[in-house]
């Protein structure tokens, strides 16, 4: 693991590392195009230069993702090796830890990597440890810079749900209408709050509209609507979305000033864009300009950048543009040197390392065909080697501490160690380890020759150069001495890779070569697998059979036991799994021979074995068959469950109830806990009920401390379903409510009363020591919101039970306005209970007057309304002739009804007479 971790640290320093220096040069030129463009388009309109300025941006990230994929394709290239591997790659001498062929031991970290870091640079590295210091520059700044955007993020969210205010509802309904009008889909959330100091959008796809509260007074409401639209075409445009991946290419590219300088360029024209779309909803310029100079004055502090707020850009070049007018390029022109400055400066940093850095990639690899080096620091280590009784075994060390090849031998297993096999305990003084590629030649101290069964010295590796003309024939070029030192490792000879040709696998790469040898696999080997019906045309499927340990011999036994695997995939899945003889044999014992082969692998791949089955059997519980088997070990079902179950008195009846027992979670411990509680459920069922719904033994303890234990089970499991907790009745009793019966409390938390809710209608002036006026408040919707748009239209009420009363005729504050608005809203209460319920509003009032009634009083209008007196009434008395005196209209509708009851109830009566 430690080996791992350093490789791939080394490896991702040296990639970062490199996309770094031409990310330098690479951002200068993009950043100087980008400056040329927007001053040849300044005249041009804002979209057209904001979509350049974030193609720039966006071009940059994608350069330094290309060049980083660019620097990793040619350190592999280079070294034919890959740089990171998996649990079934080639782990070659740079870059591995595996077991060799003879028993041998490889680890190596790869350093050799690439040709494309220049020679100066990579001694720099080895001296000061360059290279890892920009790598842990970049990272360490990528870090803070990341840990910064998710706390203002944390900021970002919190201003959008702490301390907030509905908006008026005449502001909410036109923020609807600018919606609309600007053709915005998404629904939209609009608050007040003291907590920012101009307007601002906040969210992407659920955006919120901040408005602070000292806007709402301190602008007008058409400067404050002109913002509100500057707002929403952030929202229309995707600005949010858009500046998070901003954030993103900043963080990434934070070291490099064209990175800033481009950011910038997207803000100012993000604002330009959103002006101009104000600009063009409305179509006043001077207006618009008015609005953002006084918003300028409400300001103390803008947001955070993960917001977008009506600033952005300078407010005083947003209005120069708005008007027309030149902009000053003092500062602009001192920007644009010091940018050209720095990026040509840069440029000449990140082309200088490279220019100094000698050969390109393919230069290197054209050199390297003139012939192979020699690394002496490389190939040069020590032996150590121990005489034992029968033989000799012999460990070779190379390279340095950070980064080393160890090989194992044991002379019983390998034929090539000269010298060694069959010593009587003495040493010669020179013994060699031949291969094909090269030998390891071992050197003895004098001290040593002869004279010990242990010993130690130096080894170095001497290359065959016989062997790369033989693999020349065979079309492989080797060209290093290091890729010769891997093959003779591992034993790559010419025999097996001719034998490969034959079988039908030639061009293998080098990397293959060695990966097979490493896992140990010959042509014996393959011709076998081949044999069994077992081949294949790749060989990563030979190194996938061999990684896993399949051999001829497992294959025969699973064919004798009758479990012949039907392809290679089938194979490499029943001995990932272990699935073998033995188990087949094992489990068909037990009674349960499985069906297929399917079957047998989720036996085994859930772990069920002849003891689960012996044990679920001794417990009563055996399972009828497979599936029920199945279903229980996946579960997690055991007998020792059954078992403590039972004696607590809880033995299931039957595999259906034990398996809903445990499904639901229920444990001995549980059960005990309910025990002691003082609730023992009578059975199973109201067992598994108690624990669906959340019932525990933690809840019922702390229910009995704050003195609501019911007394049955029914009691309990309702005040749990309902949401009643020791913390609700306990702040509903400082709220000043007796909660002393068991039936009101389930009662008020069924019908939302809430402690909040209590404390404000006490406040509202509400006695909350009347539960049931309480509670039929809350039913019918009073509440002190409620009770405030009643006093505030103008109507106060010391009688609550009359406030309900109209409650639940509809009043409403509404209607209270309506009816004072047409100069009608009476003293009693009783009248405006009666005016209510006979629909008198401001229409009927109007139509009377229009008829020629001009002077009547609150219960002459009730009278009138009562008898039926409308427009078209009065109409009749007019044409009539009748004088349009209001006591006397009053006193004939109330004539006119009288005689109509008196027909109609002398009709109803004879018409039930008719019937009998």
Not at 109 to 120: G, I, N, R
Not at 121 to 134: M, N, P, S, Y
Not at 562 to 579: N, S
Not at 671 to 678: D, F, K, L, S
């Amino acid at each position: 693991m430690t080996w791992l971790s350093a490789t791939f640290f080394q490896s991702a320093t040296h990639i970062v590392t490199w996309t770094l220096v031409h990310s330098l040069w690479q951002g200068c030129l993009i950043a100087l195009v980008l400056a040329g463009l927007l001053y040849t388009l300044r005249c041009n309109s804002a979209r057209l230069r904001y979509a350049l300025s974030c193609g720039a941006l966006m071009l940059m990230l994608i350069t330094s993702l290309v060049t980083g994929a660019n620097v990793y394709r040619s350190m592999s290239e280079v070294n034919e090796t890959p740089i990171f591997h998996g649990a079934t790659g080639v782990e070659s001498l740079e870059a591995a830890s595996v077991q060799g062929p003879v028993g041998a031991v490889v680890t190596q970290e790869a350093d050799e990597a690439t040709t494309v870091a220049s020679p100066l640079l990579v001694t720099l590295a080895k001296q000061v440890d360059l290279t890892r210091g920009i790598f842990l520059f970049w990272l360490t700044g990528v870090g803070l810079l990341s840990l910064y955007n998710v706390g203002g993020w944390f900021r970002i969210r919190n201003l959008s749900r702490h301390g907030i205010d509905d908006l008026p509802e005449d502001w909410r309904l036109r923020i609807v209408q600018l919606c609309f009008d600007l053709r915005i889909k998404t629904p939209i959330r609009a608050f007040q709050t003291a907590r920012v100091k101009i307007p601002c959008v906040i969210g992407w796809l659920r955006p919120v509209i901040l408005v602070p509260t000292s806007a709402l007074s301190g602008l007008s409401v058409g400067q404050l609507e002109l913002i509100l639209i500057h707002e929403l075409a952030h929202i229309r445009r995707h600005d949010i979305a858009i500046g998070y991946l901003q954030i993103v290419v900043e963080t990434l590219l934070f070291f490099h000033p064209a990175t800033w300088w481009i950011s910038r360029q997207i803000r100012i024209e993000r604002e330009n864009c959103c002006d101009d779309l104000t600009v063009q909803v409305t179509g006043d310029q001077l207006a618009y300009a008015r609005a953002l100079t006084r918003m300028e004055t409400l300001r103390r502090g803008s947001p955070s950048h993960l917001a977008a707020a009506a600033d952005g850009a300078s407010l005083l070049s947003r209005i120069r543009r708005m008007a027309g007018l030149p902009q000053k390029k003092g500062k602009d022109r001192k920007a644009s040197a010091g940018l050209i400055s720095m990026v040509t400066l840069l440029a000449f940093i990140g082309l200088g390392i490279m220019t100094i850095g000698g050969p390109s990639q393919h230069d290197a690899l054209a050199s390297a065909d003139i012939g192979y080096t020699q690394n002496d620091d490389d190939l040069e280590g020590f032996w150590k080697a121990w005489l034992r009784k029968d033989s000799v075994e012999l460990r070779i060390e190379f390279g340095s501490r950070n980064s080393q090849t160890v090989i194992s031998f044991d002379s019983n297993d390998d034929d090539g160690i000269e010298g060694l096999r069959g010593l009587d305990g003495k040493f010669p003084e020179v013994f060699a380890l031949e291969r094909n590629a090269g030998t390891f030649y071992c050197v003895v101290p004098e001290n040593k020759v002869g004279k010990s069964r242990r010993a130690s010295g130096d080894c170095f590796f001497r290359e065959n150069p016989r062997f790369v003309k033989e693999m020349d024939k065979l079309g492989y070029k080797v060209r290093s001495t290091r890729r010769l030192f891997e093959l003779a490792i591992h034993d790559v000879s010419l025999d097996f890779i001719q034998g490969l040709n034959d079988a039908g696998f030639e061009g293998t790469s080098l990397r293959k070569l060695i990966e097979l040898r490493v896992h140990g696999t010959d042509m014996d080997y393959i011709e076998k697998m081949g044999k069994l019906g077992y081949t294949s045309r790749d060989i990563d499927d030979i190194i996938e059979m061999r990684v896993h340990g399949i051999d001829p011999d497992y294959v025969d036994r699973m064919t004798d036991a009758g479990l012949k695997p039907a392809d290679r995939d089938q194979l490499l899945e029943m001995k990932i799994h272990g699935v073998d003889p033995e188990y087949l044999e094992e489990m068909i014992e037990a009674g349960f021979e499985p069906d297929d082969y399917d079957d047998l692998l989720a036996m085994k791949i859930h772990g069920i074995s002849s003891s689960y089955v012996r044990e679920m059997t001794d417990a009563g519980f055996r399972p009828d068959d497979y599936d029920d088997l199945l279903t229980m070990k996946i579960h997690g079902i055991s007998a020792s469950y059954v078992r403590d179950m039972a004696d607590i008195g809880y033995r299931p009846e039957d595999f259906e109830q034990l398996l809903e027992m445990k499904i639901h979670g229920i444990s001995p411990r549980y059960v005990e806990g309910m025990i002691n509680a003082g609730f023992k459920p009578k059975d199973h069922d109201r067992l598994i009920e108690m624990k669906i719904h959340g019932l525990s033994p933690s809840y019922v303890q702390k229910m009995t401390r704050a003195g609501f234990l019911p007394d049955d089970y029914e009691q309990l499991l309702e005040m749990k379903i309902h949401g009643i907790s020791p913390d609700y009745i306990q702040e509903m009793v400082n709220a000043g409510v007796e909660l002393e019966d068991y039936d009101k409390l389930l009662e008020m938390k069924i019908h939302g009363i809430s402690p909040d809710y209590v404390e404000e209608m006490a406040n509202a002036g509400v006695e909350i020591d009347d539960f049931d006026r309480l509670l039929e408040m809350k039913i019918h919707g009073i509440s002190p919101h409620y009770i405030q748009e009643i006093a505030d239209a103008g109507v106060e009420f010391d009688d609550f039970d009359k406030l309900l009363e109209l409650k639940i005729h509809g009043l409403s504050a509404s209607y209270i306005k309506e009816i004072d608005g047409a100069g009608y809203l009476p003293d009693d209460h009783d009248d405006l209970l009666a005016m209510k319920i006979h629909g008198i509003g401001k229409r009927y009032i109007r139509e009377l007057k229009r008829a020629g009634l001009k002077d009547f009083d609150v219960k002459q209008l009730i009278d009138l309304k009562i008898y039926g007196v409308d427009k078209d009434y009065i109409e009749d008395l007019i044409d009539e002739g009748f004088k349009l005196d209001v006591d006397e209209i009053i006193e004939r509708a109330e004539e006119e009804s009288r005689r109509y009851n008196r027909r109609y109830r002398s009709s109803s009566r004879s018409r039930s007479s008719s019937r009998y």
